[in-house]
């Protein structure tokens, strides 16, 4: 039945989609920036209304009086700003239950979009309660109408027993501090959207809060438009000596109203909570979507680039998300800004429109990228013809050197050829090439900018290929061929607190890069927060101990997750990035550099940027285990 109706809502999305694009032209569809638009209104709505806002005056004998003043005596200002501001308002529920819907029916609501999806529901209702608050203060007809019935519908419930609606009873019940009350939940109420906005939005990345120019002035200009073609009036003074029996509603804001007394008020508190608790659980709801639930990779041309991709997440997001600056516009396989080549691997196509994305395009290859959802590891290229330019060398290097430092962790350091120096930059990595072809990324943890030697910190993988071998049949003089260097350096400098996170061997590419700002006679503050499971998982302990000594600027802070009594650990435990957030609950004003399983990367980013990290200042390198079976040899 999830299924029918959401295939049935994605036909009529994609045909409106296409009529607005014939009119509007793909890149100015207002369909495609559903989420920014909202923004746009919540704009219009709260500059309007702090200029009826300074002419209101919060009084019962005043109320009414000063919101005629306003519509009636200067109403080329004050009327048209009133009438925009409610035009506004019921766009801005419009467009949001449009933004809510088309989420849903493309099934863009479950897994890690779950967050998303709540706090986009809470955000629905509370523009709601807002707009039906607004209704309150012109004191009018409508205002009683709207505040009665509230309060009668609250007073359904056990916790009032009838205590509200006395308030509105007789004339002398409301005073002056009704209105301030009123006012100051008209007040509070939006700067909590706005709050919850922000915190809606860094979920998103490189999500748009202004829809293109175009669409912004046309919206504005057609809602003053109406507001001079229909303005807003009063529907008379407020008079609690008799009922507001006939009042015209918004019924986008106020629809639920008339069911109070049609059905009475219980029935429409199960309706309004039923459906709440409804939406909420909906990312749970059975069916639950098919796909590769476990880990993948994304390689990424021009740059060669790997990061880690969630089940269900477009290639476009999994690529902003980590900073790769993909093509895009509209995010809704409207304009093919974002199309690209699929190299290798599988992906789900996703829903798009058939002129962004034609049959024969696709079957050359190309995908969407904003649609797109990889099912396995996979390869693109966002530039044409960019994995053909951009091979990195191969290289020859033979074993000189191995030691297990832990019981799951190896330091391995490949000399190059006689007179052979490779140049790379901290942060970047190496691909070894297995004796089928097979390749395995492992970082860099030696110090740039050139090396005679290469140092590796190789962890065990059960089953896997390579790391078999080399825990179990590597010798020193073997030869181990790789390509490289691959990948962008992360290393900025600036004065900016900068915080490396280093989960278990995600230390080498933090080794390789605190050892180059040392030698560049870096500054600025530098933190290693280095998170392992057990003490002996510190396989180089000594190294940053070393470093603070010899470094004001640099601190050290070793995490523990899951101590054993003989440790005898008395310092930080828990997860790293919870230690992190615990010394720096503000995270506006630093660099993150995240190296680990993508496990802890996908836990500690989000956790960073809703501390005020900026999205641009959260760098990662996410690595995966690769579980195959052991060769007989490797590049011998």
């Known amino acids: 039945m999830l299924k029918l109706i959401q295939s049935t809502g994605q036909w009529f999305f994609l045909r409106a989609e296409g009529a607005f694009n014939v009119i509007f032209g793909d890149r100015n569809n207002p369909l495609h920036y559903l989420g920014a638009l909202s923004y746009w209104l919540f704009w219009i709505v709260l500059g309007s209304g702090l200029y009826v806002y300074a002419f209101y005056e ?62 986009g529901v809470v955000l629905l209702w509370m523009v709601y309660a807002s707009g039906i608050n607004g209704y309150m203060l012109p004191w009018d007809r409508l205002a009683q109408f709207v505040t009665t019935a509230t309060a009668e519908w609250f007073d359904s419930l056990p916790i009032f027993h009838g205590t509200l609606v006395r308030n509105f009873i007789l004339p002398d019940s409301i005073s002056d501090r009704f209105f301030s009350l009123l006012s100051f939940l008209h007040i509070g109420l ?125 290639i476009l997001d999994a690529g902003l998300r980590q900073g790769i600056p993909l093509p895009y516009e509209c995010r809704n396989g409207g304009c093919g800004l974002c199309k690209g080549r699929l190299l290798n691997g599988k992906v789900e196509y996703g829903v798009y429109h058939r002129s962004a994305l034609s049959d024969a395009e696709r079957a050359e290859g190309k995908i969407l990228f904003c649609c797109a959802s990889p099912l396995d590891d996979v390869e693109i290229e966002y530039e044409e013809g960019a994995a053909s330019r951009e091979h990195a060398p191969l290289h020859s290097a033979s074993v000189e050197h191995f030691e297990r430092v832990a019981p799951d962790v190896m330091i391995l350091q490949l000399r190059l050829a006689q007179g052979e120096r490779f140049d790379f930059q901290a942060g970047q990595f190496i691909h070894i090439i297995l004796d089928n072809g097979e390749r395995r990324a492992y970082s860099f943890a030696t110090c740039p900018p050139a090396a005679e030697r290469i140092e590796l910190h190789v962890r065990l993988a059960p089953g896997g290929r390579f790391t078999t071998w080399a825990f179990n049949d590597m010798r020193v003089g073997d030869r181990v061929n790789f390509e490289g260097p691959l990948g962008f350096s992360a290393m900025r400098d600036g004065d900016k607190p900068m915080i490396m996170v280093a989960g278990a061997t995600g230390f080498a590419p933090v080794k390789s890069m605190l050892e180059f700002a040392f030698r560049s006679g870096y500054r600025r503050p530098l933190h290693l927060y280095w998170g392992v499971r057990r003490l002996r998982d510190l396989y180089m302990a000594q190294v940053p101990k070393q470093w603070q000594q010899q470094h004001a600027n640099f601190r050290y802070v070793p995490v523990l997750s899951e101590p054993e009594p003989a440790d005898d650990w008395q310092g930080r435990t828990g997860l790293v990035h919870e230690a992190i957030l615990a010394d720096f609950p503000d995270l ?26 900026h999205e641009d200042a959260c760098f990662s390198d996410a690595f995966l285990p690769a579980v195959e079976s052991a060769p007989r040899n490797i590049g011998r």
């Open 588 to 613: 506006s004003n630093c660099e993150i550099y995240a190296c680990g399983s993508m496990k802890m990367v996908e836990v500690a980013r989000p956790a960073f940027l809703a501390h005020g990290l």
């Open 190 to 314: 939006p700067l909590a959207v706005l709050a919850v906005l922000w915190v809606h939005t860094q979920r998103v990345p490189r999500a748009r809060t202004m829809p293109p120019r175009p669409i912004a002035v046309a919206s504005l200009l057609s809602l003053l438009v109406l507001a001079i073609a229909m303005p807003v009036t009063s529907q008379g003074a407020a008079d609690l000596n008799s009922v507001a029996s006939e009042v015209k509603l918004d019924y986008f804001l106020l629809a639920v109203y008339p069911l109070i007394y049609s059905w009475g008020a219980m029935p429409v508190w199960g309706l309004v909570v039923g459906l709440t608790v409804l939406l909420l659980l909906a990312p749970w709801l059975p069916p639950q979507r098919a796909g590769n639930q476990g880990a993948m990779t994304l390689t990424v041309h021009p740059g060669n680039r790997r990061v880690a991709v969630r089940s269900g997440e477009t």
């Open 58 to 119: 919060t009084g019962l004998l005043t109320t009414y009086a000063s919101v005629e003043s306003l519509t009636h005596s200067q109403w080329f200002a004050g009327g048209i700003l009133r009438s925009l501001h409610r035009y506004a308002s019921d766009a801005m529920v419009l467009v949001m239950l449009l933004h809510l819907v088309r989420h849903f029916t493309f099934d863009r609501y479950r897994g890690f979009r779950a967050f998303s999806w709540i706090t």
